[in-house]
């Protein structure tokens, strides 16, 4: 009895999905809809590097407590290490050391910030002076520039940006160019400037900080300067894109050093991942709860390193693409390229974003299926002219990202992420149907994939739903339920009637 | 949405199958997956006809790497007319019917010339499983080019008429014929644009046809009229798809047949997955007629009395 089967089968892996997450959701707490006014950022720094046997002391600086920003909680990981905090200089870091370690090594940071909670900012005493760093030669064109600046400027922080300014305006061969070097970039502007403060007698210094309004896998610091005048420090930025709004920007270290200093190993990659954090009403569930229910929430995706947890709210959504898409062919039966292809798509729009994602689309496979029409003259065998389109596809799209990039259009960057394997197939799948049923086939069923692939992507990138997967994964339970019994569906197709209608009159 | 609504229940309650049912109470049900191997490659389906003594087009030469390419102009020197076609097509893609020769090449049935290398790069795509079911490597059958009987001539543009016959349980349950037309490039194929006719499984007289998706009286070329024809060898044919079960043991299955003005009916290919606008053909639906099979347990009978069930009980109303 396979129809009783189904159901049971259905009806349990239901169940199981639907009660698991109404316990988690009723007796755990855990949020039903992300908290999209959560001010709660989690950053994860990562240094990875290779150890020869030798001792093993990394040192990763921490961030400061500032008036805007407030460390909830913070975590040192490493296998076999001890850690350490130690103040040094204007900053506290982590020390982790080992005596021996052989091979490859990874040292985790986490930490937890909420820039909308005010914590006390730690009460700063005035400045020592500390004598600016400039070799003899460059003396006399540094000295020159602050007193011109000094002339036009009224306190410390106009001279600031005054210095800051006459910096950026540098032409070759002035004092200013003389003393940035062949390496202008924001960060060395901002070093000079803090030099030629410290000359002028003015309190500088260099502060590294992290833009904290969007989610990043690799995120970048961004440096600017903080003067000090006479009773507070006051933050001046290099050019205006590296200015966010500032209550955004978390001051992470202060002074020119790197994040991560390494003494005993070599090859050393740090990576920091900045997510929004969906956790906060979790962690207040789990710090009333039991020990063995904190467990539960240990082996859930909240326990793996950021970087996992951001690549398992994209891999958890594609199942319901899958679905949405068994929904689409099977009950209202539309045709497409491909069985999951539009899923692919639809994940690759994702990246670049609806409109971008769909007039790439079209140009590559206009492009790509233009060239396919012409190597058909070639009469090649089939293998090597599906390598050919391949290439020709990754041609094209290098080409497109390099258009797109000189015309401002960062968007453009994403559109490597394309499927291209997919692509291929579907410009020879493409080819074979215009040849064999005429274009007008073969644009319907390209329209009909692209449609597939936008309603795909408009479902599965919505906050609601990939916050729901992610929190309450047992969903995917109640999805491969689904799917099981739209397995059994025999009804008709919606298009069916359509195509039948005649049969009913 | 109503509106929509209500057609659906009404073609339910007609019988019309749609595909998911045909799919999930039929052909998985009926079908066991070993068996499609004889169907989906002609070759295989070829000989086992001609072991049990079903009249097949004679195989003239088969093609199973792309080396052999090269002697087909020698094997087919003494031809002057043949159809080319992949073991493992599907819908009638790929197949290349030559009528005659030109000084450089070869001439099809749509009036083009093939150059011999254009007939070579095409045998080769065949190998290389364009045409094929799922894109698997491929073998090319060429084989005898039917002349088809003149019962059809009137309705027909070029190519060849074929028949299908759909046969549930070794039961017929339904059949049309497929007339090519000027839009469809000779090919007797409904969604290339050749026009499908429905067949009174009684009498064996065609009934109203179907172009695309609405029903027509008239050959949309040659302007005559298409119901009313009455088709010759019509017992034998039955016979046929009645046995087309013992020979693949598949349940539901189509079978495509032509007529040939020598040699009678012969079986071009057995379809697991036939399709379903069989019923827009006949106006009738086929739901009603496989669960009668079913109800009157006609699979334990005997071929003849099975084909004398279906014209008995599936008389065009």
Known sequence: MSRLHLLVLTGLLAALGLSLAAYKLLVLGFPLKPESQTEVWRIEVHASFEASGAPVKAAIKLPVQTGYATIVEQGFSARGYGVTTERAEANRRAVYAKREAQGRQDLYYRVLIDIGRAGGAPEEGAPTARAPAFRADALPAAQALVDAAQAESADARTLAATLVKRLLAAQPGDSAAYLLGRDPSPGRIVAVAVDLLRLANTPARIVNGLPLHLERRDARFTRWLEVYDGRRWFAVFPTETSRPKQRLLLPWWRGPGPLVELEGGSALATVVTVTRSY????????????????????????????????????????????????????????????????????????????????????????????????????????????????????????????????????????????????????????????????????????????????????????????????VFPELLLVLLAATLLLGRYTGYRVLEVLRFRVLAK | MSGFLATARTLHARGVLGINRRNADYTLVYNPRNRYPLVDDKALTKTLAAKHGVAVPELYAMVEIDRQIRDLPRQLAAREEFVVKPARGSQGDGILVVTGRAPDGYRTIDGHVVSEEAFAFHVSNILSGIFSLGGATDKALIEYRVRFAPVFDAVTYRGVPDLRIIVFLGVPVMAMVRLPTRRSGGRANLHQGAIGAGIDLARGETLTAVLGNSVVETHPDTGARVPGIAIPHWQRMLEIAARSYELTGLGYQGIDIVLDRDLGPLVLELNARPGLAIQIANRAGLRHRLEAVLRDGVKAKDPDARVAYAREKFAAA
């Open chain 1, 279 to 470: 956790e906060l009403g979790v962690r207040a569930a789990v710090a009333q709860q039991r020990a063995q229910e904190k467990k539960l929430i240990e082996f859930s995706l909240f326990g793996l390193p950021l970087q996992s947890q951001a690549l398992f709210r994209t891999l958890l959504v594609i199942p319901l693409g899958v679905f949405l898409l068994v929904v689409l062919r099977n009950v209202v039966g539309f045709k497409t390229f491909g069985t999951f292809m539009p899923v692919l798509i639809a994940l690759a729009f994702r990246q670049t974003g609806l409109a971008a994602g769909i007039v790439f689309f079209i140009i590559v496979l206009a492009l790509g299926l233009a060239v396919r029409l012409y190597v058909e003259r070639l009469k090649l065998l089939l293998v090597p002219r599906l390598g050919a389109v391949l290439i020709v596809v990754v041609g094209l799209i290098a080409g497109l990202t390099i258009v797109t990039h000189r015309m401002g259009l960062d968007v453009g960057l994403s559109v490597g992420l394309f499927p291209m394997v997919i692509l291929t197939m579907t410009i020879e799948r493409m080819t074979v149907t215009w040849e064999e049923r005429g274009a007008a086939e073969a644009l319907q069923q390209a329209a009909g994939s692209l449609l597939v692939a936008a309603v795909c992507f408009l479902i599965i990138s919505h906050a609601t739903v990939e916050h729901l997967f992610f």
